[in-house]
């Protein structure tokens, strides 16, 4: 026991400085103190930690480092490859070894002594033993069908896809997510090892958040083109290499708010645009609000964190907010139907709490409203009602954005009606808009995630997926309702509010494919359907 204990603490030694050591090349890197192709040896040092460190300790690195992995300089023409691939491919390769040795340990102990005694290994002999090793690991049931359904449909997409390479890379894209996915799936059968991950997920969260108000407060001390030299041509190339670069600086951004003459940052952080940002600082709420267990530290804690939601300018988060509070209405409703017992009674308070928070971010408004109407860039304004007019203008059908999101939607339900059964192809979707198939890397979406879906893998795929995020739900209020632990009791009530408030800002935007929010989507998800009740 001694032995093992003192062998976990150097494990987390090595850990914590390796991680240290990372954030720090990782902020040379995209600061230009050190070359691009130092992104290549950090690589190569996280490879190699990552096949010696245990399994635990490899995944803990792995979701503490979501948004500070580089792509690697390869060659001038391909320098978007993440590093993150390469570490996630290693994390299954290692749970899968790891994972067959002791069933074939298992089997061996047992099934061969039987199969021995025949004298012979048959051929049900050798399909027995398939069936002991691999069929325990497929936890198929409901949820896992829905999934595998979805493959199928991604998989017969790629028929009618005028671009069939984009829609392979498509579902290798997203095969590698599932990777990571399947991982935490099985670790969280162990409850500790969950809190753990849980806990962990914090510290990316903290990181990105005190970035982004650094990015605010720089706004106060340069004009645009120099923000633009920095983070457009500078650290987003570092970060996501000439591809993007070249996108977010001469195609456009979202990193500005824009009236007339005047302009506001909107707070991305260390993310490629300011719809990824304040997502990624959303899943990461019920992290927090499991550690900081002091309900009048909650209230300092989510202020900071709301105000920079608020400050990222992301207009259907904001109005998201408001389905998210009808939903806790639902909630508190159906609960309190349910409230017989005391713990039942213990759990109504807990959901009352997580909903009582959510008036913070309504009050944070009163502290973005001069944020956004002082003079960043060392411009002045000459309203300041430049919030005040950015929310009005959600409810302006008229508004340019608005009007241009409902003529995707229109063009979205033509296409949809027109290719029912497998859509126009996965990762095909900028046909659907008659544009370049490249343009999707640009952004080129159905501004709504569940008709994407559709339009680019059919209606029978489209309906699939909403079924499957309704049974994540439904198995989230479960483990909350039913949950026997109350820290992670806390987790769940409050995903139950903020995976929501992300999936319903889908309804306006397709940013959740960013692959630092989809790898970190993957936590509360994961956990949710490999915990038991």
């Not at 992104?39 to 245990?54: E, M, N």
């Not at 392979?168 to 799936?185: M, Q, S, V, Y």
């Not at 300018?313 to 998210?324: E, F």
């Not at 759990?347 to 913070?360: G, R, S």
Request: proline share 4%; net charge positive; charged share 15%.
């Amino acid at each position: 026991m001694l032995k093992s204990s003192l062998q976990s603490i150097r494990n987390s030694g090595l850990l914590n400085t390796l991680f240290v050591g990372q954030l720090a090349l990782f902020g040379l890197i995209i600061t230009g103190i050190l070359p691009r192709e130092a992104a290549l040896y950090l690589g190569a040092v996280l490879v190699i930690y990552f096949l010696a460190a245990p399994l635990d300790d490899s995944l803990v690195f792995f979701v503490r480092s979501i948004p500070f992995f580089l792509a690697l300089p390869i060659t001038n023409n391909f320098d978007n490859f993440n590093t993150w691939r390469i570490l996630a491919a290693i994390l299954f390769l290692k749970w899968f070894a790891a994972e067959f040795s002791i069933f074939n340990f298992a089997y061996s102990a047992e099934a061969t002594a039987s199969v021995a005694k025949a004298g012979q290994f048959s051929i049900k002999s050798k399909f027995s033993k398939f069936k002991t090793l691999i069929f325990p690991y497929i936890k198929v049931g409901r949820i896992g069908l829905l999934l595998l359904l979805l493959l199928m449909f991604a998989s017969l997409s790629i028929i009618p896809a005028p671009d069939k390479i984009a829609a392979i890379k498509r579902i290798i894209f997203f095969l590698n997510f599932a990777i990571l996915g399947t991982i935490i799936f099985y670790k969280a059968s162990d409850r500790e090892f969950a809190i753990r991950l849980i806990k962990n997920s914090i510290i990316p969260v903290v990181i990105v958040v005190v970035v982004g108000y650094i990015q605010v407060i720089s706004t106060y001390f340069i004009d645009i083109y120099q923000f633009m030299r920095i983070w457009g041509e500078g650290i987003q190339c570092r970060q996501f290499g000439e591809q993007w670069c070249n996108i977010a600086v001469q195609l456009g951004n979202t990193w500005f708010a824009y009236y007339g003459e005047q302009l506001s940052l909107r707070v991305f952080s260390l993310f490629p645009d300011s719809h990824s940002f304040p997502q990624f600082v959303l899943l990461g709420i019920p992290a927090v609000l499991m550690v900081v267990r002091k309900k009048w530290a909650r209230i300092p804690v989510l202020s900071i964190l709301f105000l920079i939601i608020i400050l990222s300018g992301t207009r259907g988060i904001w109005a998201a907010s408001v389905g998210v509070v009808l939903l806790a209405l639902g909630i508190i409703f159906y609960s309190k139907r349910r409230v017989t017992t005391k713990s039942a009674i213990a759990d109504f308070v807990v959901i009352k709490h997580m909903v009582a928070y959510l008036i913070i971010f309504f009050i944070m408004f009163s502290i973005a409203f001069p944020i956004f109407s002082s003079p960043q860039f060392l411009l002045l304004k000459d309203s300041p009602d430049i919030l005040k007019n950015r929310i009005k203008s959600i409810i302006d059908f008229g508004e340019t954005s608005n009007s241009q999101r409902i003529e995707i939607w229109k063009k979205t339900l033509v296409s949809i009606k027109e290719h029912p059964s497998f859509g126009v192809g996965i990762g095909n979707y900028p046909v659907v808009l008659g544009q370049d198939i490249r343009l999707a890397k640009a952004g080129s979406s159905a501004h709504n995630l569940y008709l994407n879906v559709a339009a680019e893998m059919g209606i029978l795929a489209g309906i699939i997926f909403i079924w499957f995020l309704w049974l994540l739900f439904k198995k989230n209020y479960e483990l909350f309702a039913e949950g026997d632990d109350k820290r992670l009791g806390v987790y769940f009530a409050a995903a139950l509010l903020y995976v929501p408030w992300v999936l319903i800002y889908s309804l306006t935007d397709v940013a959740i494919f960013d692959e630092r929010t989809l790898l970190f989507v993957l936590i509360p998800i994961s956990i949710i359907l490999g915990t038991k009740h």
